[in-house]
């Protein structure tokens, strides 16, 4: 697992704690990960990668692309630091402690392939990751 930028500093986490609880999170889920990359960036690269790749014209949290093969997990996870910290004004939630980290486990649990399209589908991704910030904060 690894952490890039792009036009933005990488926000003050604990990128060992993370790594430790997406780890449990996916070997819940009798899976293991590959290569995951965690991207983050600002608004405007993040609508850039949503005009060329999903032809999206629209700013947004969080970006996955799944590469995963059978058991083994394998992604980008592009989020905006940018709308998580509105987002979490918005919410009046903590940005890193609980904002980012929910839209962190939110790309993973895309690649573990839930889906968030349909009213139940948000309803048990919520769930999902509700559980997963009691996990995090456990460790």
């Not at 609880?21 to 995951?36: A, I, M």
């Not at 405007?44 to 032809?55: D, H, V």
């Not at 083994?72 to 910290?85: N, R």
Request: one cysteine or more; proline letters at 1%; aromatic letters at 14%.
């Amino acid at each position: 697992m690894d952490f890039y930028c792009e036009n933005v500093d990488i926000p003050d986490i604990d990128k060992n704690k993370i790594i430790e609880w997406l780890d449990k999170l996916v070997y819940s889920y009798k899976k293991e990960f590959g290569d995951l990359a965690i991207i983050f960036c600002n608004d405007e690269y993040i609508l850039s990668i949503n005009n060329q790749y999903l032809k999206h014209n629209y700013y947004t949290d969080i970006i996955s692309f799944d590469y995963s093969f059978e058991d083994v997990l394998a992604g980008d996870l592009f989020i905006s630091l940018d709308t998580v910290y509105s987002n979490s004004i918005e919410l009046q939630v903590a940005y890193l402690n609980e904002e980012l980290l929910r839209v962190i486990c939110h790309g993973v649990f895309h690649l573990l392939g839930f889906k968030d399209k349909t009213k139940i589908q948000k309803e048990k991704m919520r769930s999902l990751e509700n559980e997963a910030l009691i996990l995090y904060n456990n460790l």
